[in-house]
């Protein structure tokens, strides 16, 4: 399988590269994000590739950035989403805004793509949810600040049924106008906030 493609530039379109490497010219799909960003043509360029087969055809699709790629193939996974689509997907937001209203369940920004109705929109939320890392920027609980406590808290109000999003922004307000960081204090306080 394909999975990266380094060589020249030959043509460019807003869904199209062609790619010369070593006398040989891929054909690449790509998204308008990556089209934006690509040199003129005659340019040397790197792709990151996701090769797809069928049956009846062989196709690249390429990306200029990894973490593109790593969403592209986390689109792929939902059902009713091909390839195509998900370039369309991923032509139409950019990718951190994608991010961030898949994991908060922003199922009307995500039917603002073309070619996304609710039920897929709705799709994409219930499958990609917890499996979308926090976009760059986001001022969500990380990983590394995250106390064993705090984690319970997140945990318990997902178990309650709250988006896990939803409940680090709660966790992350509840925290900062609280002295006492007990289970008890941010849970009620998140809790609060959540409800409103």
């Known amino acids: 399988m394909i999975a990266y493609l380094r060589g020249t530039l030959l043509v460019k379109h807003p869904n199209q590269a062609i790619v010369e490497t070593h006398g040989v010219g891929y054909d690449v799909a790509i998204s308008v994000p990556t089209f934006t960003e690509m040199p003129a043509a005659g340019a040397q360029v790197e792709l990151h590739i996701h090769t797809h087969v069928r049956e009846d055809a062989l196709s690249l699709y390429g990306f200029l950035r990894l973490r593109e790629k790593q969403l592209f193939e986390k689109l792929l996974t939902v059902s009713g989403i091909g390839p195509k689509l998900a370039i369309t997907i991923l032509s139409g937001m950019a990718a951190d805004e994608m991010v961030g209203a898949i994991r908060g369940g922003d199922v009307a920004r995500l039917t603002r793509i073309p070619g996304i109705g609710r039920k897929t929109a709705e799709r994409m939320v219930l499958e990609l949810r917890d499996k979308l890392p926090t ?62």
């Open 135 to 196: 976009p760059a920027g986001e001022s969500e609980l990380s990983v590394a600040t995250a106390s064993p406590v705090e984690d319970d808290v997140v945990s318990a109000l997902v178990n309650l049924g709250y988006q896990r999003a939803a409940a680090e922004k709660a966790l992350v307000a509840a925290r900062s106008g609280k002295t006492s960081q007990t289970f008890d204090a941010l849970f009620r306080e998140a809790l609060g906030l959540l409800s409103k």
